[in-house]
């Protein structure tokens, strides 16, 4: 088995400046699995209720998504409602219902049990752990979390961090975990506590990759219109370790790559509601979007 | 001719969290002249008080800035004191003397009326405009303004910028001229106020260059230790502006140089108070640095 993905499915509904939209595929898990299909076939683990539309799995199963770890359980699908603010300044969360999500206890199948490339998307630290606990080989672990389980569940994400191999938060995380607003500091003591990569995602100023002594900038795309940003940090981090998976090198300069791709798949992601901005993409506009970072950083 | 500045020049006190300075030099030209000197000869227009100390005309001559331009007028330098709060995020003003400053208006010797470069440092508007009347050539003019003139000389300040070729301001000062919080947005509006070429600087997260419909970005480098942040925008736009006239081509490509080779000498200038970060630096630190930006920036 090659990547394996564990995170939420749910079922969004936002309202943003640009309109609203309601009970649509979102969640961690379809964010991360449909970017990363544009590089390799991704495997998932989740539960979703009986009510999940069946023509979301069938978008999944398009984009070459494996379901073999998805449990389908009698009852609702985790539903999440927000709403952003005039200039996406602040994001406010209307509703958590967990509903099937409350008791989920991710199971690999066995054929998930050597994956090369694991993402622990956005989940309880908890679960993540309990993921890592099923694998039997070695795999290149991707962690991504949220300020709610910093909060919530601070001992249990310290002791995941030491497992992983790739640590991804945004600029106020980062700042939570270590008290420093510097950010080549707080990824030092990021990268103490024992992630050798360390990603700090910036929103629209792009996001610095950490490893050694090395330091990588990618830039935020410039994008005329936002419309929704959620699940773009976890189509960059799913488009990240797609590429990574593909391309099976963790090389400094391949794993620029990888970080370019996900702010590739990123900015498409926030140029429409839910997953509607990642699916579906053809080769050429990845590569149209890929020029438009090169001439946008290369000197 | 090949360079002008036109600027202030200043006595600074400056108390910032690792540590305080006094009476040292400051102001716009300053930082630009010494920055631009690494690649042209700057000529600068300005006027201090025959309390300005002769140790600083010395370095600036050390630096091979021509100082035809420059007044010795009886009475005191234009002084300025400002605090930085922790971690950079405000600064506070703690007095502005202008002293010689406030009856100052810039008049070019005859033998910079022929520049090819012109930067208009931060100084009121009014002056800048009455710069640009005396020059009796064509010239590349670079205009670098502050939220004060916005507030207080907005209509002198539109109808500068509708004269100049190149327009660098920060993000905050963007959305105030054009109510636009979208980088690209604010950008097309400041393009259509007149000049080609417009600079967004973003402080730790770098800088924009819009052109037309090209965009380059060029990312803030990742420093342990700010000591100082004042001048640093001055030096950016005076590195910018030297490259410029050192290598006399407006293209994209060369405009990015420039923008990189500016960011070089802004990263320098934060590294110490005042003016020390970046004077005296040999080619290899300049390389060094480059070197650098090209790690961090490019896949």
Redesign the interface.
Known sequence: MSLIIVGSLALDTIEAPAGSVSEVPGGSSSYCSIAASYFTHPNIVGVVGNDFPESVLALFRDHQINLEGLVIEEGKTFRWGGRYAE?FDDRTTLFTELNVFETFNPTLPDTYKDATHVLLANIHPGLQHHVLDQLETESFVVLDTMNLWIDTALDELLTLIKRVDMLVINDEEANMLTQE?????A?RKLQAMGPDWVVIK?G???A?LFHGE???????L?????KDPTGAGDTFVGALIGYLDQSKEHSF?NM??AV?FGSVLASFCVQDFSVDGITYLEEADLEERYDKFV?????
Chains 1, 2 share one sequence.
């Open positions: 200039n607003r510097n950010y080549g500091k990824a910036k629209q100023h792009g610095l090395d330091v990588f900038s990618v830039p935020g410039v994008l005329d219109e936002v300069d620029k790559l370019v001439i946008m950083s290369q000197f």
